[in-house]
């Protein structure tokens, strides 16, 4: 007896309340708010003693933006 190919098998297993109908879908209409949104990093735990707050980051990194050669400034 041959077995059934694995992704065949998952699809049979699984509940029909997890099979989702892709044809179905609709554009995120919270995606417009998320256009202007802050940017996260993850900074090392070395940098976060040095930096306490996230002005002080954005501040530093502005500083090093400006002392960079050739920078232009998008707008």
């Not at 949104?37 to 306490?52: M, N, R, T």
């Amino acid at each position: 007896m041959r077995k059934m190919p694995v992704s065949k098998r998952r699809t049979a297993e699984m509940s029909k309340e997890y099979r989702f109908d892709y044809s179905k879908a609709k554009p995120n209409r919270f995606a417009s708010r998320m256009k202007d949104s802050p940017l996260v990093a993850v900074i090392d735990p070395d940098v976060s003693k040095v930096f306490k707050t996230a002005e002080q980051v954005n501040n530093a990194l502005r500083a090093l933006i400006s002392a960079m050669p050739e920078h232009k400034k998008a707008k």
